[in-house]
């Protein structure tokens, strides 16, 4: 699986769009990008995966760059219950694998009022 | 729709104690995954199971731990007996969908204390 570097911490305006960043250089064609966060003393949270193109849903938006190399997740307007560590891995989606989840040290968003 | 459940939320128990963690699943969920995380460790898959079948408990960490499906909509992890160092969150998780296996819906957790 591709390595992925995030910013160890952002702040974010309550209101505003956070812009979360993910580099995945090393990422191979047939690998996924997922997010997740895990709020304080509660269990991960999937937001959003995408391959390529760009992906939105009722929770967030996931840019994907066209070289594939870098993504950002987009919380269009962050709320205080937005703060949270958000991960981004890299997976191949296959029939076989463990299908285990591994969190790296994530990025600590703070949403400030 | 509820959620992935979990019970008990919290528990404490003395070494040696026998020890059973409870989940139910999302109903249609085909896949269940039991998990813990520790600050030490991070998140670790213990086993997963498969419309009730077990396909990958290499995770398991020792004899101590087992894990059983009986049906759909319910599963548990069992220590026995229980040692200070197995101390953690145990969290379950399922997934609807064979394409997108690493989309996982998590329960809230066990926060497990053995002294």
């Known amino acids: 699986d591709a390595k992925t570097t995030q910013p160890t911490s952002m702040d974010c305006a309550e209101g505003r769009a956070a812009n979360l960043p993910c580099n995945h250089s090393?990422?191979?064609?047939?690998?996924?990008v997922y997010w997740y966060r895990q709020i304080h003393s509660q269990g991960p949270q999937y937001i959003i995966h995408?391959?390529?193109n760009n992906e939105t849903n009722e929770m967030a938006s996931l840019i994907i760059t066209e070289d594939r190399k870098s993504s950002t997740l987009i919380l269009p307007h962050a709320t205080l219950r937005d703060t949270a560590v958000y991960y981004c891995?890299?997976?191949?989606?296959?029939?076989?694998?463990?299908?285990?989840?591994?969190f790296g040290k994530g990025t600590k968003l703070s949403v400030i009022p | 729709d509820a959620g992935v459940i979990q019970s008990p939320r919290h528990e404490v128990t003395e070494m040696g104690q026998e020890v059973t963690l409870r989940c139910k699943p999302i109903?249609?969920?085909?896949?269940l995954f039991w998990y813990r995380q520790t600050m030490m460790r991070g998140l670790e898959l213990l086993i997963y199971?498969?419309?009730?079948?077990?396909?990958?408990d290499s995770g398991m960490p020792e004899d101590r731990f087992s894990a059983k499906m009986p049906n759909a909509s319910f599963s548990t992890l069992k220590i026995q007996p229980s040692e200070p160092r197995d101390s953690a969150v145990y969290f379950c998780?399922?997934?609807?969908?064979?394409?997108?296996?690493?989309?996982?819906?998590f329960g809230p957790g066990t926060r497990l204390t053995v002294t």
């Open positions: 998780a399922s997934t609807p969908f064979e394409a997108s296996p690493y989309e996982q819906y």
């Open positions: 090393t990422i191979s064609g047939n690998e996924y």
């Open positions: 995408g391959l390529k």
């Open positions: 891995i890299v997976r191949v989606v296959s029939g076989a694998g463990s299908y285990q989840l591994t």
């Open positions: 109903s249609g969920h085909d896949y």
């Open positions: 199971f498969n419309n009730n079948v077990p396909i990958d």
